[in-house]
């Protein structure tokens, strides 16, 4: 049985509508309805290993504020997203912390880091 | 009285650029005064990614590019008031001022730019009926409570609106542990990003109903359940077609308006369109050396844009302290034709564009292969083609000066035409 999948392309605000198909080809899917080949590198992408930057904020002490935001330096594998906020949320950082200051080194063993993106 | 060269009026984006680019070209003396407790404006509470790819080639969160911005101007001689009001502006540049240390004050300026950006449409703007519950609220405002005060401000969530602001905080809500439960759009079509709609939504599996309003809120202390319903091309709300939802939170994400109140104590001009004053190629208001950039002309969609539009707003308003900015003739005025809503900006002294004239414009509909056309006093000089636009996404025509300069322009005109060859 043919496996086909839809996808809506983010690579550029045209948002063509994408079709998937598996098949023999090298890559393994046959990309249609995109108007560049950006709309084929991103739908293998999004199949074979979707990534996502992760944004969110940690508990800061002695800051004028009470929370610091943070971000992954890389994306990291979709499906790791929760995992990350779960170790986000058990983090408490000290005043001062600098923009791009490491808080959580190499996640899940991807390389990324989870770095402070601002100095509070 | 104090006595700055340059005044500006907010210390976010538009603020913190404008001020940087009229202190490089050769403002003497610069202030920028803000209310709130730091600069940076809006971007602080805009933690998500996507800022800066055009005026950095990376992409950063809000803070990370008003980082930016702030270090720059502290190693400038570049005076900033924070924690402080401007109450008004006259129309002779002098502005009454106050804050909790030095009380009121007034300060007298040779050139003023506008930086005040803008503010969230309420609930009260679009008369949603029902109960007046605690839990409706703007998603900006949600989106400062839990970035930077570090407030949940619900646990089950509706959303109204699928502008930018609405969908990043579908996101937001998500990961930190919120049921997003549906997020409705009254118009066919999304005020938001493609690329927000994928990573916001589909990503967590939150649907989005198009044609669909909030037709009531239920609860008396704390929101108790929102309906929706789908709504008609008159965008009446269809009978039958209602869906209620239990939740505790309806988040609003129903558009912006430009923060015009100092503007029209002043007695500038207002366009009605976009909610902001009219300007000319200097980015400068009814008023000879008042002028205004970023937000509270037109609401921007990308920050990158809002910097552009400033550092033009900054260079002109430098050249107007040296006298050098000219200011004898009227200009041409734009012309926003068939499909386009707005045209910024309104009127072009073409001897003060060098090079290259931007005209910045948002689409009335979504439109699929149309073409822009641009006329000269009713004259076509110009078609770009264009295989998207939407409302949602600002569009760009530049006109290189060489394209002009044969003509003695009364007018120039953006139409669209639809299908194209």
Redesign the interface.
Known sequence: MLESHQL?C?SC???CRLTLEKDESPIGYSVTGN?CKRGVEYAITEMTNPT??????V?IEGA????L?V?TNRPIP?GR?MDC?ELINGLTVISPVH?GQVLIKDLFGTGVNLIA???L | MRHYEIVVIGGGPAGLAAAIEAHRNGAKSALIIERD??LGGIL?QC???GFGLHVFKE?L?G??Y??RFIHELKDMEIDYMLDTMVLELTSERRLKVMNSHEGYFEIEAEAVILAMGCRERTRGAIAIPGTRPAGVMNAGTAQRY?????YMVGKRVVILGSGDIGLIMARRMS??GAEVLAVAEVMPFSGG???N???CL??YGIPLYLSHTVTEIKGRNRVEAVVIAQVDENLRPVPGTEKEYRCDTLLLSVGLIPENELTRGAGIEIDPKTNGPCVNEAMETSIPGVFACGNVVHVHDLVDWVTAESCRAGKYAAAYVRRTLKQDSEGFVTQAGNGIAYIVPHRVRIENVDEELTLMMRVRKVFHKAEMVIRVNGVEIRRVRK??M?PG?MEHVSLKLAELQDFDIATVSVEVEEGGR
């Open positions: 809506v983010i605000p045209m948002g108007n996502r930057m992760v944004t969110s904020t508990v004028c504020l009470s929370r935001p971000r979709k997203i906020m923009i993106s601002r100095s | 407790r730091e602080q933690i998500h990614n992409e969160t803070p990370e008003a980082e839990m970035n930077m005060e570090g990961l930190e990003l493609t690329r709609i994928v990573q589909d990503d295989n998207h939407a996404e």
